[in-house]
């Protein structure tokens, strides 16, 4: 492996592992690097191989759930198909360049909501779950990310942590499986793929049960606030150095940009660690 395939590597073990600790963020965390490195037309169907296998062992460690929130799932599921048929066309037949534009536009707002922890439920969450498939799907075939809208959609419902990731599981996996038979009948399953696939695969085999144990010992909160703020940061860079690279806006705007939102992240960070409670202190008796 060259130098940047081994950075890929060690980015993809990161994300791994916050996955296996959150049940999602493998794409959106790996995908701002690895953009850097592979196109998308390379990058997408690599990790879409590598989500298959992430994705089914999820199923299998939350089973226990699947029964309490499937009910809630076929009209989601619905809009997955011609969602992510018309997300793989877009990354099938546009510019490599300005979908790296996109991905990076529509990801940023998501993670800083994420990350800001906003809550607002759907109150006519069947209605609304069909289009928000359809969007959901387009934007993982197009991009290969769907954590972060998806987990800002589930949060906002009301799950309890373990049917969180369950519903993450059957539709990360329902999209996965799609769009890995959308780009196979596309023919994006090049040789190059297949390649930067099997420099991802050692990373998530080995950080996703990681990230599991982890999550026995760490406080989750605080955890996904700070893999929400690091990724943040990632992708305004990413954002900023592709502008910079197609010559669309000068450098210093650019980076100005990426400035903007990192005091954004620092205020959001700063709210949460200031705001969090504090533990009384017991006042030993004398």
Not at 23 to 37: D, E, K
Not at 97 to 121: C, E, H, N, Y
Not at 243 to 255: G, T
Request: glycine share 8%; charged share 10%; with cysteine.
């Amino acid at each position: 492996m060259n130098p940047g395939e081994v950075a890929i590597a060690g980015v993809a073990l990161v994300a791994a592992i916050v996955t296996g600790a959150l049940g999602y963020g493998f794409s959106s965390i790996t995908v701002p690097a690895a953009l850097l490195v592979y196109s998308g037309r390379v990058l997408n169907p690599a990790l879409v191989l590598v989500e298959v296998f992430i994705n089914g062992v999820a199923l299998w460690t939350n089973r226990r759930s699947l029964h309490a929130v499937w009910p809630r799932m076929p009209p989601l599921l619905a809009g997955v198909v011609p969602g992510v048929i018309a997300g793989s066309l877009l990354l099938a037949y546009t510019d490599s360049g300005r979908l790296k534009v996109l991905t990076f536009a529509v990801l940023l707002p998501l993670i800083l909501l994420q990350s800001a922890g906003v809550r607002r439920p759907i109150r006519r969450e069947r209605a609304a779950a069909v289009p928000a498939g359809v969007a959901l799907g387009a934007l993982y075939g197009a991009t290969t990310i769907s954590g972060p809208p998806l987990a800002l959609l589930f949060n906002n419902q009301g799950l309890t942590k373990d049917e969180f990731r369950a519903a993450l599981s059957i539709f990360r996996l329902a999209e996965s499986l799609c769009t890995l038979v959308a780009y196979f009948f596309l023919g994006l399953f090049t040789r190059s793929a297949l390649a930067a696939a099997a420099t991802l695969v050692p990373s998530a085999a080995i950080g996703v049960p990681l990230g599991y144990l982890a999550l026995r010992s760490i406080a989750p909160e605080p955890f996904r606030r700070t893999c929400m703020a690091t990724d943040a940061l990632l992708v305004a860079f990413a954002l900023a150095r592709t502008l910079v690279d197609l010559h669309l806006v000068p450098a210093w705007a650019a980076y100005a940009g990426f400035a903007a939102v990192a005091c954004v992240e620092a205020s959001i960070v700063a709210a949460f660690v200031l705001g969090r409670p504090r533990r009384p202190v017991v006042q030993e008796a004398r």
